[in-house]
C-alpha cells in the first residue's frame, strides 16, 4: 500500500531518463514524448545549457530568502521583460501557476478595491482558493473557495462581456491566451481587443493567464501577441523553468508596488531563477519560436493526410486533435502500443499535443507512424 494521497490516476511506466523529446523507463523502453508534462517542457528535456545552469549554481548556492540581494533574479527580470516584448512592465517570481494567478487576482484587487472576477466557460486557473473559483470545474472548488465573486461568460460573446463590465464592479477579466485544459478554444482578435476596451472604460484589471500558452509556445512569446493587445497582468509559469518549479506575473507601470504587497518564501529563489535564465537563453540561441512555427506547419500537413482527425485547434505548438470519438483508448494505444505520451482535455474527443519546442519533422513523422497505427487497432 502506497503511502501517497491517490488523487493521480497513474499510467503504469515509470520514466528514469529523458533528452530532447526523448523519455526512457526503468526497463530502458524508449518513448516520444508529445505531451512534455502539461506543456512544461520547453527547451526539451536534460538540455545541456540547462544541465549546466542548475548544476553548476546548486553547487554554489541554491537558496537565500527575498529579503537580500539576489542579481541573479535581476538578470532574469531584464532578460524576460525584453524578450517578450515588455520592457516596462516589471516581475515578480512565485513558484507555480496556481500562484501566477493567485497574485495576479490578489493585486488586480489592491489597485481597484474591487473583488469581483470575470472568467470564461470551461477556464482552467489553477488549485489555490481565488484561481480555482475562477476554474469552471465545479467538482474542484471546496466549499472553502467559492466564496469568491466570480461570473462566468461565454467565450467571445461581446454583449454579454459589455454588459457584465458595465455594471462597475468588476475587478478584474481573467483569460487564457488559449484555453489548455478547456480544449484549445482561444478568443477571437475581435474580442480580445473588446475586453482590453471595457476593462480600459470600466476601471477593470485585464489578467492574461499565459502559463501553458506563453513562452514561444503558440509561435509567438505570448499567445495574446497575435491580437495585439497589452494586458495589466500576465501570468507565466509552464514553459517559464523547463521542469524547475517557478512562476511569475508580468506587471503593467500603472501598478505601485509597496513593502509587503506580495511576498513569498521559495519563489525567485537562485537555482529557479538559474533554471529560468537558461530556458530563454535556449529559446534565444536555438531559435526555437521559429521552430515551433514550422514544426506546427508541418505537423498540420501530415494531420490533413489522417481521415479520422476532423479538426485541429490552437496554434504553434499547442495543438488538440478532434475525433469524432472519446480518445481515451487511443491514448492507451499511443502510450503502451506506440510509446507516445499525449494529453487530454475536458473536451473528451480531442487529443492534446504539447511537445517539447525543439521538436523536429523526424519526431513528428514518429508520431504520426504511431497515430496510424493506433488507430488502426482501435
Not at 530502458?28 to 508534462?37: A, I, V
Not at 464592479?169 to 478554444?185: P, T
Not at 509567438?220 to 495585439?228: D, E, I, P, R
Request: hydrophobic share 40%; aromatic share 10%.
Amino acid at each position: 500500500m502506497s503511502n501517497l494521497f491517490n488523487v493521480y490516476p497513474i499510467y503504469n511506466i515509470t520514466p528514469v531518463k529523458a533528452l530532447g523529446a526523448k523519455v526512457w523507463d526503468d526497463k530502458k523502453q524508449e518513448y516520444l514524448d508529445f505531451y512534455g508534462g502539461h506543456g512544461v517542457i520547453s527547451a526539451g528535456h536534460s538540455h545541456p545549457v540547462y544541465v549546466k545552469a542548475v548544476s553548476e549554481q546548486v553547487a554554489k548556492l541554491g537558496f537565500y530568502s527575498n529579503s537580500i540581494e539576489n542579481p541573479l533574479q535581476e538578470e532574469l527580470g531584464k532578460k524576460l521583460v525584453s524578450f517578450s516584448g515588455y520592457p516596462d512592465y516589471s516581475l515578480f517570481l512565485c513558484n507555480s501557476g496556481a500562484e501566477a494567478n493567485e497574485n495576479a487576482l490578489k493585486l488586480a484587487s489592491f489597485h481597484n478595491g474591487k473583488k469581483k472576477v470575470v472568467a470564461f466557460n470551461k477556464a482552467f486557473h489553477g488549485r489555490t482558493s481565488a484561481a480555482v473559483a475562477a476554474t469552471d470545474n465545479p467538482s474542484i472548488v471546496a466549499p472553502i473557495n467559492a466564496g469568491h465573486e466570480v461570473v462566468f461568460l461565454p467565450l467571445n460573446d461581446e454583449e454579454a462581456l459589455k454588459a457584465e463590465l458595465a455594471k462597475g464592479d468588476v475587478c478584474c477579466v481573467i483569460i487564457e491566451g488559449i484555453q489548455g485544459v478547456g480544449g484549445l478554444d482561444e478568443g477571437t482578435t475581435l474580442f480580445f481587443k473588446a475586453i482590453e476596451k471595457a476593462c480600459n472604460d470600466n476601471d477593470a484589471v485585464l489578467i492574461l493567464d499565459e502559463i501553458q500558452s506563453g513562452y514561444g509556445r503558440s509561435g509567438k512569446f505570448f499567445a495574446h501577441q497575435h491580437h495585439n493587445i497589452k494586458p495589466d497582468i500576465i501570468t507565466i509559469a509552464k514553459g517559464m523553468g523547463n521542469g524547475f518549479p517557478i512562476g511569475g506575473i508580468l506587471i503593467s507601470p500603472k501598478f505601485k508596488a509597496s513593502f509587503g504587497l506580495l511576498g513569498t518564501t521559495f519563489g525567485g529563489n537562485h537555482l529557479a531563477c538559474a533554471a529560468a535564465t537558461a530556458v530563454l537563453d535556449v529559446i534565444e540561441q536555438e531559435n526555437l519560436m521559429e521552430n515551433v512555427n514550422a514544426m506546427s506547419a508541418y505537423f498540420k500537413e501530415q494531420t490533413a493526410l489522417i481521415p479520422q482527425v476532423k479538426n485541429i485547434k490552437g496554434r504553434g505548438l499547442m495543438l488538440g486533435l478532434e475525433f469524432d470519438f472519446e480518445i481515451n483508448e487511443l491514448r492507451k494505444k499511443l502510450i503502451y502500443n506506440e510509446f507516445i505520451f499525449t494529453g487530454s482535455a475536458s473536451q473528451k474527443n480531442l487529443l492534446r499535443i504539447l511537445p517539447p519546442l525543439s521538436i523536429n519533422k523526424e519526431d513528428i513523422d514518429r508520431f504520426f507512424i504511431g497515430l496510424k497505427n493506433a488507430l488502426k487497432d482501435l
